[in-house]
């Protein structure tokens, strides 16, 4: 009797091990096919039965993208990985890119369809530093000309952390305690609103790169691997856009993904050339200014970033040229600002002086351009610019985009101290010092502050 009830506990044994490896080998099977719906063969969402049904108006006209139904952000999945290069099928909807427009891209870049980005242009990308870090805010920067668009994106980005993630505090504290999830949230919803701004509230587009050459390589159009392949989509909804972004994160944010490349051609064709043609002046032909070995951005490209427009100077509204002719500097407020010292031999003063429509945003984030050098200074207090009250004694933070920087610099800024109370401030320079870059581009905005350098050492 004890044989038999001991064989009968083993089988049981056995079955109960067998019911444990077909559950096992069930959700492994599921997990496949959910990593394949996720991602798909070529990155592309695929479309589903209820999809198929959409009315005209439930969908993007031109694209076949459905509209989306509420933010629907999908959660991040550890299991799945991307593939490099990030490449979208031909199939998933949108438009290829013609000659015509190829043309018309490069010519207002470059000025001509010859050149192509160089080296340091194609590998940058969009990048945050760890979560839950003294610079869980801020993007790494590489080197070369494509720091100052990524920059200017940064200024963007500090704006919806600072001032529009609902239900969080607005201090320096909440910058450190920012997650993986909210960093892809945040990136998804700058770069759609700067290219909504871009398109005047009414249009925008986005270029991905697909898997289909679109428009052969002359020799006066050379392939660079990027631009013939480009898929544009577009969006009459800002929701819809931001929707879409965040679903195609990966063509902005991984490595090899030509990310700021991909922004930049969205970016132009976002605002059409035809409007590039009326914001632009004689003193600025193309958007691109060729360097040692690569591009910068010009001003234009900045300003277009910072205010939704390309104009290509600093100062407010117009002004008369040497030969009389129109130059357009910035005609309104926008959110945030621009500052600047220090500034190029050739460049006539006057026109670079940078006027109140910058200096004074409606936020007090500023894109710093900085004897060349980009960088980022902000305040947590959003009442900064419109209380004269909180300008007499206030913080501000600098982030110089440099690899050494391991956290914000910490800057208490006094408007009113008097030339005997400097002491009491920090201000403990010897006969015949100088104020450091930083302190001098504060100055262009509150003239004569005096600039404490909290727990740092002043930069030279």
């Not at 490896?21 to 496949?32: E, Q, V």
């Not at 697909?210 to 898929?231: I, K, M, N, W, Y």
């Not at 959003?382 to 300008?391: A, F, G, Y």
Request: charged share 20%; with cysteine.
């Amino acid at each position: 009797m004890d044989t038999v009830v001991s064989g009968q506990e083993q089988n049981s044994q056995e079955l109960n091990l067998e019911e444990i490896t077909r559950k096992i080998s069930f959700l492994d099977k599921w997990r496949g096919i959910f990593s394949y719906h996720r991602l798909g063969a070529n990155n592309a969402t695929p479309q589903s039965h209820e999809d198929k049904h959409l009315s005209a108006d439930e969908t993007k006209e031109g694209t076949g993208i459905p509209q989306p139904r509420g933010q629907g952000h999908l959660p991040s999945n550890s299991l799945c990985s991307i593939p490099k290069p990030s490449i979208i099928s031909s199939k998933s909807g949108g438009f290829p890119i013609s000659l015509a427009m190829a043309t018309k891209l490069r010519q207002s870049l470059f000025g001509n369809t010859v050149h192509i980005f160089s080296s340091d242009w194609k590998r940058a990308y969009f990048k945050f530093h760890e979560p839950f870090s003294d610079l869980a805010f801020a993007l790494e920067m590489g080197k070369g000309g494509a720091r100052g668009l990524q920059m200017a994106v940064q200024v963007s980005v500090l704006k919806y952390f600072l001032f529009t993630r609902k239900g969080k505090d607005c201090n320096f504290h909440s910058l450190c305690e920012i997650s993986k999830q909210e960093q892809k949230e945040v990136l998804a919803a700058a770069l759609a609103d700067i290219l909504w701004a871009a398109g005047a509230a009414q249009k925008a587009t986005v270029c991905l790169v697909t898997e289909d050459t679109c428009v052969a390589s002359t020799p006066d159009h050379p392939g660079d691997g990027v631009t013939e392949r480009l898929q544009l989509f577009e969006f009459l909804e800002k929701e819809a856009i931001e929707k879409f972004i965040y679903d195609h994160l990966q063509y902005f944010k991984e490595d090899g993904s030509h990310g700021v490349i991909l922004f930049l051609y969205s970016l132009l064709f976002s605002r059409t050339f035809e409007r590039l043609q009326k914001d632009l002046d004689v003193t600025t032909p193309h958007l691109l200014q060729p360097t040692a070995g690569g591009f910068l951005c010009r001003q234009a490209v900045l300003n277009l970033i910072l205010t939704g427009r390309a104009s290509p100077h600093v100062f407010n509204g117009y002004q008369k040229g040497k030969s009389q002719e129109l130059l357009r500097g910035v005609q309104t407020r926008s959110d945030v600002g621009y500052l600047q010292w220090g500034r190029d031999a050739s460049e006539d003063n006057r026109l670079s002086q940078v006027g109140s429509m910058l200096k004074t945003p409606k936020l007090p984030i500023w894109l710093c351009s900085i004897n060349g050098n980009y960088s980022v200074l902000f305040s947590t207090n959003r009442q900064l610019l419109s209380d004269w009250k909180v300008e007499r004694l206030f913080d501000l933070y600098f982030c110089s985009g440099q690899p050494s920087q391991k956290k914000p610099v910490h800057l208490i800024i006094d408007t009113h101290s008097h030339l005997w109370e400097k002491g009491q401030h920090g201000d403990k320079r010897g006969p015949g010092s100088r104020f450091s870059p930083v302190e001098m581009a504060i100055r262009t905005k509150w003239s004569e502050a005096t600039v404490h350098w909290e727990g740092t050492s002043r930069f030279p």
